[in-house]
């Protein structure tokens, strides 16, 4: 989006007889778009991202709760359809599922609000809620926190429901180009936990770097530059310890 407001931005200054500052926008706005398509740029920014809190080697043998980030859930598809509908996050979902069989003792917990406009009365834990139960989990109590709209939020409310106490073991679901800013939230909040990234959109190798189209790539680019944003917004206001959280311990 910044890119095609400054293509936009030169283009008006070229119009409207700026023609070296106009020049000068639609430049860089062109290089960086073609650096995008032709050099693995997102997979260079986001990679870093997903591989600062690698998956754990061995799980517990038993956990006290599973937590899944929302975010994986399209409320307003959702509500459209009738049925639950997920995003390419989706991998936050199954996994949840999936360490709940794993884990049968576990506490399970979704949380997830609606920050949208539109069907803002359905919230991203009233759909996932749909989901689990269709998917086995519907005799297992499962606690939905559906009033956080934020990753912050979701770590301040969790905190206050569940009151974490020393010796537990909590293992967190996230995505892995998410799981700094969420662990880095934790962390702050003196609430250690396991982290279970999933969801990855880069791997080693530069086959790998280079997969996917020119959209798929300014995706990523546009991935990176909202985490690395959200994380430096995040350090500034005081909501965690570092600018770029890593494992502790």
Same mark, same amino acid.
Not at 167 to 175: D, E
Not at 222 to 235: N, P, Q, R, S, V
């Given at each position: 989006m910044l890119l095609l407001l400054l293509a936009c931005l030169g283009l008006l200054l070229v119009i409207f007889q700026r023609r070296r500052a106009g020049v000068t926008c639609l430049s860089v706005s062109l290089a960086t778009l073609a650096a995008i398509a032709f050099l693995p740029v997102g997979s260079w920014l986001l990679a870093p991202i997903e591989n600062r809190f690698p998956q754990p080697q061995a799980l517990p043998g038993s956990v006290t709760g599973i937590i899944v980030l929302g975010g994986a859930v399209e409320t307003a598809i959702s509500a459209a359809h009738g049925m639950p509908a997920l995003n390419a996050a989706a991998e936050r979902m199954t996994s949840f599922v999936t360490l709940a069989r794993r884990y049968p003792g576990a506490k399970l917990i979704f949380t997830g609000g609606n920050g949208e406009l539109? #069907?803002?009365d359905l919230t991203e834990a009233d759909v996932a809620k749909q989901l689990f139960d269709g998917l086995g989990l519907a005799d297992r109590d499962v606690i939905y926190e559906h009033r956080s709209r934020t990753t912050y939020e979701n770590v301040r409310d969790l905190k206050v429901l569940l009151k974490p106490q020393p &010796?537990? +073991? $909590? =293992? =967190? %679901?996230?995505?892995a180009w998410h799981m700094p800013r969420a662990m880095g939230l934790f962390q702050h909040s003196r609430w250690p936990v396991i982290p279970y990234p999933v969801g990855y959109k880069t791997g080693p190798g530069l086959v790998m770097a280079l997969r996917g189209s020119f959209p798929d790539r300014l995706e990523l680019v546009? =991935? /990176? /530059? #909202?985490?690395? %944003? &959200? =994380? +430096?917004?995040? $350090?500034l206001l005081g909501r965690t310890s570092a600018l770029f959280p890593a494992p502790q311990g």
């Open positions: 539109v #069907h803002a &010796g537990q +073991t $909590w =293992l =967190l %679901i996230s995505s546009d =991935l /990176a /530059a #909202h985490e690395w %944003i &959200g =994380l +430096t917004a995040y $350090w």
